[in-house]
């Protein structure tokens, strides 16, 4: 194991990676899973795959029902509820962000519940604490979308300096235990100089992003809260909407980000979302959708250089009220077995996130090509290219420029790269020495490559043709780990913030053995300069990712140009 991470090492080039680390640039709503669930599909999907982070359903204390919306109708900031506890909630954060993986937390703060005497003693809030507007919302009138009580919810008093405060105790609650960003859930209802007195009264620098559903005619703006953070461009989804569907040709796709929405670094963009998928199904794309049309459009928001995108995950549903599956997608409902949707985990998906953090750097659509219709194709400056087929009745048969370096790539929406190996484990695209290379897609298909998949190159952030010059000063480093009392079945592991420790990726750790039990051993061949740091791990044998243990306290440090063995100890 030593000599092939070395080796592997070496061929990688590790201090390319270290120089161009690729950015996280998409993230997923796992919509109604449970903390535990959530911290499992980071350590073994999300990290791996690239996500940025995470949107979790509202973690505080609401109504009890059995509708997944009771969630939207709070009663305490308790952080309690169908997902599992603060506990469970706490141990998620740690487990996701050790793998890279950000908590974003869905934050019902423009209302309580609909109870009739607006009293939620927990908080406390009293009856001083709301708006009382004596109608319901006429979303033509802006005092009445900001001040009455939405759906009956009672409408918090955002103005008050009391309210503001208990709002924003709740959050900076959240930012201490690990949470890194917030969804203003409503921030329509919300005055957007209320968001920004709330916002300003943050611990650290979450990021914050605001629902504002933009509507034609309405007096309420999103734009008017740019500054307060980001702001979901529901003009995005209704658009991808209407091509996807079929009532705009695919070709509109070329001018999607020009239309006088909000800027693409403003933007929270997403093909569908959990309010739409069950309101307006005819207009918005979802898993019930014939065909891959929702497969298809979510690749294409990944490929597309607009916006920060957000994958909905969902559940199997029937009547829109009902809620999530009773058991987990990793218990019992699992993920493709009629519970749980999992779109995340699609083949494509969960693929092009990895597209679009390797693109990330080529902002822009270039070597665009389309048949005039339903069929088109788009590069992002040499990093990557993409050819969709929205026709449901003829192949896409192309020869394309796609601007990139010549080589066989990975088709990852069919196929898997394994970045250790170098290896495609479905079809390949070949580009020639100008460029060019032949694109067969089917009706209502996808096929993209990029710079991070290409075959028989393991990938470490080396994207030119130019072979690596090898590694300077690589040294073999001892990683001992003490106290590894383990049980049968699971072993100790090194990993730390250097590529060949895995980068933080439990399931990347490095296997160390029990030479003289409980102390574990184990040789790394380390070629990264400056201070390393790392951590013991005990794990599943054959899986690290499960059931990890961390060792507790700060990490231990390792200068590798001035030392030949490290240390730590559980
Ligand atoms: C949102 N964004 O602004 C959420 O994305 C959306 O899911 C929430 O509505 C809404 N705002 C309030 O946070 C959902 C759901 C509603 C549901 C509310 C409150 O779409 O249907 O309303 O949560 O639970 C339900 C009933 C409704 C009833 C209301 C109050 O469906 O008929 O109104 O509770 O009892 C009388
Ligand atoms: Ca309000």
């Not at 859930?185 to 611990?203: T, W, Y």
């Not at 070949?430 to 067969?440: E, H, I, L, R, Y």
Request: some cysteine; glycine content about 10%; proline content about 6%.
């Amino acid at each position: 194991m030593i000599a092939r991470k070395s080796l592997l090492a070496m061929i990688a080039g590790a201090w390319v990676t270290q120089a161009s680390a690729t950015p996280r640039t998409a993230f997923v709503h796992l919509f109604e899973w449970s903390w535990d669930d959530v911290a499992e599909e980071c350590e073994q999907v999300l990290g791996p795959k690239g996500f940025a982070a995470v949107q979790v359903s509202p973690p505080q204390k609401s109504i009890n029902g059995g509708a997944w919306w009771t969630r939207y109708q709070p009663i305490s900031y308790e952080i309690v509820g169908r997902s599992g506890n603060r506990s469970q909630f706490q141990s998620m954060v740690n487990r996701c962000q050790a793998v890279g993986v950000d908590i974003y937390v869905d934050a019902v703060i423009n209302h309580m519940a609909a109870s009739g005497n607006r009293n939620y003693p927990e908080v406390p809030y009293g009856p001083n604490d709301f708006n009382y507007c004596g109608s319901p919302i006429d979303y033509y009138d802006r005092y009445k979308v900001q001040f009455c009580d939405l759906v009956g919810l009672n409408d918090l008093k955002t103005s008050s300096d009391y309210v503001q405060g208990k709002i924003a105790d709740y959050l900076n609650d959240l930012t201490r235990m690990g949470v890194k960003g917030f969804r203003i859930d409503a921030a329509k209802h919300i005055p957007a100089g209320d968001v920004r007195a709330i916002v300003s009264r943050l611990e650290g620098n979450p990021y914050i992003f605001q629902e504002v559903i933009e509507a034609f005619g309405e007096p309420v703006r999103p734009e008017e809260y740019v500054g307060n953070g980001n702001v979901t461009e529901f003009r995005f989804e209704r658009e991808m909407g209407a091509i996807f569907k079929g009532f705009k040709p695919l070709k509109e796709l070329q001018w999607i980000n020009r239309k006088g929405w909000l800027r693409s670094d403003q933007a929270v963009v997403f093909v569908s979302n959990h309010d739409d998928q069950r309101q307006y199904p005819e207009r918005t794309l979802t898993y019930k959708d014939v065909g891959n049309l929702y497969y298809i459009a979510e690749i294409a928001m990944l490929a597309y250089p607009y916006g920060y995108p957000k994958v909905m995950s969902s559940y199997y549903f029937s009547d829109k009220d009902q809620g999530p599956p009773s058991r987990g997608p990793n218990t019992g409902d699992r993920c493709f077995d009629g519970g749980w949707v999992c779109e995340h985990r699609w083949n494509g998906i969960a693929n092009m996130v990895e597209f679009r953090n390797q693109t990330a750097g080529e902002w822009r659509l270039s070597h665009w090509w389309d048949d005039g219709s339903n069929q088109i194709a788009f590069g992002r400056g040499g990093l990557g290219f993409v050819a969709i087929n929205r026709n449901d009745f003829q192949s896409l048969n192309q020869r394309l420029q796609t601007g990139m370096p010549a080589g066989e790539y990975c088709d990852i929406v069919h196929g898997n790269f394994d970045k250790a190996t170098g290896l495609c484990d479905g079809p390949t695209v070949t580009v020639d020495g100008s460029g060019f290379a032949s694109f067969d897609v089917a009706t209502i298909d996808a096929v993209a490559i990029h710079v991070g998949a290409k075959v028989g190159k393991s990938q470490g952030g080396d994207n030119g043709s130019t072979p690596l010059p090898p590694p300077e000063g690589s040294r073999d480093i001892t990683f001992i780990c003490d106290n590894g009392e383990t049980v049968l079945g699971q072993s100790v592991f090194v990993v730390g913030n250097i590529p060949e420790l895995g980068n933080w990726k439990a399931s990347q750790a490095i296997k160390i053995d029990p030479d003289n039990y409980p102390q574990w051993e184990g040789t790394v061949t380390i070629d990264s300069n400056g201070t390393v740091e790392w951590k013991c791990i005990k794990g599943q044998d054959d899986s690290p990712a499960s059931g990890t243990v961390w060792q507790s306290g700060p990490n231990n440090t390792l200068n590798p140009a001035g030392s030949s063995s490290t240390r730590g100890s559980f």
